[in-house]
Protein backbone atom coordinates (compact mmCIF):
# COMPACT_ATOMS: atom_id res chain seq x y z
CA UNK A 1 0.00 0.00 0.00
CA UNK A 2 2.84 2.25 0.61
CA UNK A 3 4.82 1.70 -2.32
CA UNK A 4 0.82 2.33 -4.39
CA UNK A 5 0.66 5.43 -2.48
CA UNK A 6 4.25 6.45 -3.24
CA UNK A 7 3.72 5.76 -7.00
CA UNK A 8 0.16 7.85 -7.06
CA UNK A 9 1.75 10.48 -5.84
CA UNK A 10 4.56 10.51 -8.22
CA UNK A 11 1.69 10.13 -10.72
CA UNK A 12 -0.32 12.94 -9.57
CA UNK A 13 -3.09 10.52 -9.36
CA UNK A 14 -5.54 10.18 -6.09
CA UNK A 15 -5.42 6.63 -4.37
CA UNK A 16 -8.61 5.13 -2.74
CA UNK A 17 -8.59 3.17 -0.10
CA UNK A 18 -11.12 0.88 0.34
CA UNK A 19 -11.07 0.34 4.37
CA UNK A 20 -11.71 -2.56 6.04
CA UNK A 21 -12.12 -3.86 9.76
CA UNK A 22 -8.92 -4.86 11.45
CA UNK A 23 -9.76 -8.24 12.49
CA UNK A 24 -8.41 -8.03 15.94
CA UNK A 25 -9.66 -5.14 17.04
CA UNK A 26 -8.76 -1.28 17.59
CA UNK A 27 -7.84 -0.70 20.69
CA UNK A 28 -4.54 -3.53 21.21
CA UNK A 29 -1.19 -1.72 20.77
CA UNK A 30 1.71 -3.96 21.63
CA UNK A 31 5.58 -4.31 20.80
CA UNK A 32 8.99 -2.06 19.63
CA UNK A 33 7.24 0.86 17.70
CA UNK A 34 10.75 1.47 16.28
CA UNK A 35 12.54 -0.59 13.86
CA UNK A 36 16.52 -1.23 13.13
CA UNK A 37 15.47 -1.01 9.12
CA UNK A 38 13.05 -0.80 6.63
CA UNK A 39 12.11 -3.58 4.97
CA UNK A 40 8.86 -5.84 3.59
CA UNK A 41 7.74 -7.11 6.77
CA UNK A 42 8.17 -3.27 8.19
CA UNK A 43 8.23 -0.83 5.76
CA UNK A 44 7.05 2.22 8.73
CA UNK A 45 7.52 2.84 12.27
CA UNK A 46 4.47 1.16 13.55
CA UNK A 47 4.29 -2.03 16.28
CA UNK A 48 3.27 -5.35 15.52
CA UNK A 49 0.24 -4.77 17.13
CA UNK A 50 -1.19 -1.68 16.33
CA UNK A 51 -5.08 -1.66 15.99
CA UNK A 52 -5.61 0.35 13.25
CA UNK A 53 -6.77 -0.24 9.99
CA UNK A 54 -5.52 0.15 6.60
CA UNK A 55 -6.89 3.19 5.57
CA UNK A 56 -5.65 4.70 9.20
CA UNK A 57 -2.42 3.93 8.27
CA UNK A 58 -2.56 5.07 5.35
CA UNK A 59 -3.28 8.10 6.08
CA UNK A 60 -0.28 7.77 9.04
CA UNK A 61 2.19 7.10 6.41
CA UNK A 62 1.38 10.07 3.68
CA UNK A 63 1.24 12.24 6.63
CA UNK A 64 4.60 10.66 8.16
CA UNK A 65 6.62 10.24 5.14
CA UNK A 66 5.83 13.32 3.29
CA UNK A 67 4.15 11.66 1.11
CA UNK A 68 1.71 13.79 -0.56
CA UNK A 69 -0.57 11.38 -2.27
CA UNK A 70 -4.40 12.64 -2.57
CA UNK A 71 -5.40 10.02 -0.34
CA UNK A 72 -9.35 9.15 -0.41
CA UNK A 73 -10.53 6.82 2.09
CA UNK A 74 -13.60 4.93 2.08
CA UNK A 75 -14.86 4.30 5.56
CA UNK A 76 -16.32 1.07 7.17
CA UNK A 77 -19.37 1.55 8.09
CA UNK A 78 -20.95 0.00 11.86
CA UNK A 79 -17.27 -1.18 13.05
CA UNK A 80 -16.15 0.36 16.82
CA UNK A 81 -12.94 0.07 17.41
CA UNK A 82 -13.29 -2.94 20.42
CA UNK A 83 -15.09 -4.81 18.08
CA UNK A 84 -13.07 -8.16 17.31
CA UNK A 85 -14.03 -9.81 13.61
CA UNK A 86 -16.17 -12.06 15.30
CA UNK A 87 -18.58 -9.83 16.30
CA UNK A 88 -19.01 -7.49 13.35
CA UNK A 89 -21.42 -10.57 11.65
CA UNK A 90 -19.14 -10.96 8.65
CA UNK A 91 -18.01 -14.05 7.27
CA UNK A 92 -14.30 -14.89 8.03
CA UNK A 93 -12.50 -15.07 4.71
CA UNK A 94 -8.26 -16.14 5.40
CA UNK A 95 -6.52 -12.90 4.51
CA UNK A 96 -3.77 -15.35 4.08
CA UNK A 97 -3.74 -19.59 3.34
CA UNK A 98 -2.53 -19.98 7.02
CA UNK A 99 -4.69 -17.72 8.92
CA UNK A 100 -7.60 -19.69 9.08
CA UNK A 101 -9.52 -18.57 12.29
CA UNK A 102 -9.91 -15.50 14.92
CA UNK A 103 -7.98 -17.29 17.23
CA UNK A 104 -5.06 -17.30 15.33
CA UNK A 105 -5.13 -14.03 13.99
CA UNK A 106 -5.26 -12.83 17.64
CA UNK A 107 -2.47 -15.25 18.67
CA UNK A 108 -0.34 -14.37 15.63
CA UNK A 109 1.49 -10.80 16.37
CA UNK A 110 3.26 -13.34 18.68
CA UNK A 111 3.27 -16.56 17.85
CA UNK A 112 4.58 -15.13 14.15
CA UNK A 113 7.75 -13.88 15.79
CA UNK A 114 8.57 -17.63 16.36
CA UNK A 115 8.06 -19.33 12.43
CA UNK A 116 11.43 -18.67 11.59
CA UNK A 117 12.76 -20.78 14.50
CA UNK A 118 10.55 -23.85 15.50
CA UNK A 119 7.02 -24.91 13.22
CA UNK A 120 4.12 -22.85 14.62
CA UNK A 121 1.89 -25.27 13.03
CA UNK A 122 2.00 -24.91 9.23
CA UNK A 123 1.25 -28.05 7.65
CA UNK A 124 -1.00 -28.51 10.47
CA UNK A 125 -5.19 -27.55 10.72
CA UNK A 126 -4.51 -24.99 13.08
CA UNK A 127 -1.82 -22.82 12.08
CA UNK A 128 -0.68 -20.07 14.77
CA UNK A 129 -2.31 -22.67 17.25
CA UNK A 130 0.00 -24.65 17.89
CA UNK A 131 3.88 -25.04 17.91
CA UNK A 132 6.85 -26.96 18.70
CA UNK A 133 10.20 -28.56 17.72
CA UNK A 134 11.54 -32.30 17.46
CA UNK A 135 13.55 -31.45 20.66
CA UNK A 136 10.87 -30.33 22.98
CA UNK A 137 9.44 -32.04 25.40
CA UNK A 138 5.62 -31.18 25.53
CA UNK A 139 4.62 -31.84 28.76
CA UNK A 140 8.03 -30.00 30.36
CA UNK A 141 7.63 -26.82 27.97
CA UNK A 142 2.99 -26.83 28.88
CA UNK A 143 4.26 -26.97 32.38
CA UNK A 144 6.85 -23.77 31.89
CA UNK A 145 4.54 -21.67 30.00
CA UNK A 146 1.32 -21.78 32.15
CA UNK A 147 3.64 -21.79 35.07
CA UNK A 148 4.52 -18.17 34.47
CA UNK A 149 0.52 -16.84 34.61
CA UNK A 150 0.46 -15.01 30.91
CA UNK A 151 -2.97 -13.47 30.97
CA UNK A 152 -5.95 -14.42 28.66
CA UNK A 153 -3.76 -18.37 27.18
CA UNK A 154 -3.90 -21.74 28.74
CA UNK A 155 -0.91 -24.37 27.16
CA UNK A 156 -1.75 -27.81 26.61
CA UNK A 157 1.20 -30.94 25.79
CA UNK A 158 1.00 -31.58 22.10
CA UNK A 159 2.62 -34.04 20.04
CA UNK A 160 2.11 -33.72 16.06
CA UNK A 161 3.81 -33.82 12.82
CA UNK A 162 3.70 -30.78 10.44
CA UNK A 163 3.36 -31.56 6.73
CA UNK A 164 4.94 -28.41 5.58
CA UNK A 165 7.29 -25.81 6.28
CA UNK A 166 9.97 -25.92 9.44
CA UNK A 167 10.70 -29.66 10.85
CA UNK A 168 8.30 -31.06 7.82
CA UNK A 169 7.42 -34.60 8.43
CA UNK A 170 9.35 -34.73 12.33
CA UNK A 171 7.44 -35.20 14.94
CA UNK A 172 7.39 -32.49 17.72
CA UNK A 173 6.60 -32.23 20.30
CA UNK A 174 4.69 -28.76 21.83
CA UNK A 175 1.83 -26.91 22.70
CA UNK A 176 -1.39 -25.95 21.96
CA UNK A 177 -2.51 -22.75 22.85
CA UNK A 178 -6.22 -21.68 24.26
CA UNK A 179 -7.46 -18.07 24.39
CA UNK A 180 -8.89 -18.12 27.69
CA UNK A 181 -9.68 -14.44 27.76
CA UNK A 182 -9.54 -12.34 24.28
CA UNK A 183 -9.74 -8.63 26.11
CA UNK A 184 -6.80 -9.62 28.93
CA UNK A 185 -4.45 -11.50 26.05
CA UNK A 186 -1.45 -9.90 24.91
CA UNK A 187 0.01 -11.78 22.26
CA UNK A 188 3.35 -10.39 21.77
CA UNK A 189 3.99 -10.90 25.43
CA UNK A 190 3.05 -14.59 24.78
CA UNK A 191 5.33 -14.20 21.90
CA UNK A 192 8.30 -13.18 23.91
CA UNK A 193 8.27 -15.38 26.77
CA UNK A 194 7.49 -18.41 24.42
CA UNK A 195 10.82 -17.42 23.24
CA UNK A 196 12.55 -16.64 26.63
CA UNK A 197 11.41 -20.21 27.98
CA UNK A 198 12.67 -21.93 24.88
CA UNK A 199 16.27 -20.46 24.78
CA UNK A 200 16.39 -20.91 28.57
CA UNK A 201 15.16 -24.79 28.07
CA UNK A 202 16.90 -25.56 24.66
CA UNK A 203 19.83 -22.97 24.33
CA UNK A 204 21.68 -25.17 21.64
CA UNK A 205 18.80 -26.18 19.66
CA UNK A 206 16.40 -22.99 19.76
CA UNK A 207 17.22 -20.18 16.81
CA UNK A 208 16.84 -17.48 18.76
CA UNK A 209 18.54 -15.47 16.74
CA UNK A 210 15.58 -15.75 14.00
CA UNK A 211 13.07 -13.94 16.08
CA UNK A 212 14.46 -11.23 14.59
CA UNK A 213 13.24 -11.56 11.47
CA UNK A 214 9.58 -10.30 12.38
CA UNK A 215 10.61 -8.50 15.40
CA UNK A 216 13.51 -6.48 14.02
CA UNK A 217 14.82 -5.12 17.11
CA UNK A 218 18.35 -6.91 17.78
CA UNK A 219 19.03 -5.45 21.39
CA UNK A 220 15.58 -6.78 22.25
CA UNK A 221 17.09 -10.51 20.92
CA UNK A 222 20.47 -9.73 22.50
CA UNK A 223 18.59 -9.06 25.69
CA UNK A 224 16.92 -12.35 25.92
CA UNK A 225 19.95 -14.17 24.75
CA UNK A 226 21.53 -12.73 27.94
CA UNK A 227 18.83 -14.33 29.72
CA UNK A 228 17.26 -11.20 30.69
CA UNK A 229 13.49 -11.38 31.80
CA UNK A 230 11.19 -11.06 28.88
CA UNK A 231 9.02 -8.96 31.18
CA UNK A 232 12.44 -6.80 31.36
CA UNK A 233 12.38 -6.53 27.50
CA UNK A 234 9.07 -5.95 26.55
CA UNK A 235 9.12 -3.22 29.32
CA UNK A 236 11.93 -1.56 27.32
CA UNK A 237 9.69 -0.81 24.74
CA UNK A 238 6.91 1.07 27.05
CA UNK A 239 8.65 4.65 25.93
CA UNK A 240 8.00 3.90 22.21
CA UNK A 241 4.81 1.84 22.30
CA UNK A 242 3.21 5.12 24.28
CA UNK A 243 4.83 7.38 21.92
CA UNK A 244 3.00 5.78 18.44
CA UNK A 245 -0.37 5.53 20.65
CA UNK A 246 -0.09 9.36 20.81
CA UNK A 247 0.79 9.28 17.00
CA UNK A 248 -2.18 7.20 15.70
CA UNK A 249 -4.53 9.42 17.71
CA UNK A 250 -4.52 11.94 15.22
CA UNK A 251 -5.50 9.14 12.17
CA UNK A 252 -8.08 7.42 14.12
CA UNK A 253 -11.32 7.75 12.34
CA UNK A 254 -13.47 5.22 14.48
Known sequence: MRLCMEAAAK???????LDRVNPIGGIQVEGPALIDAEKPTATHAIPLCHGMTAGELAAMMNVERNIGCDLKVIPIEGWQRPMLFDQTGLPW?????????????????????????ITVGRGTDTPFEILG????????????????????????????TPTASIFKAEPCGGVRMAITDRT?????????????TLQRLYPKEFKLALV?????RAAS????????????????????????EARRRTYLRY
Do not use: C
Request: charge should be neutral; hydrophobic fraction near 50%.
Open 133 to 160: APYVDDLRLSYELNKLGLAGVQFTPLRF
Open 11 to 17: AKKPFYV
Open 212 to 216: DTLLN
Open 184 to 196: ALNAVDVGIAIAS
Open 93 to 117: INPSPNMRSLNAALLYPGIGLLEFS
Open 221 to 244: VKALHSGDAWKKVVAGWGAETQAF
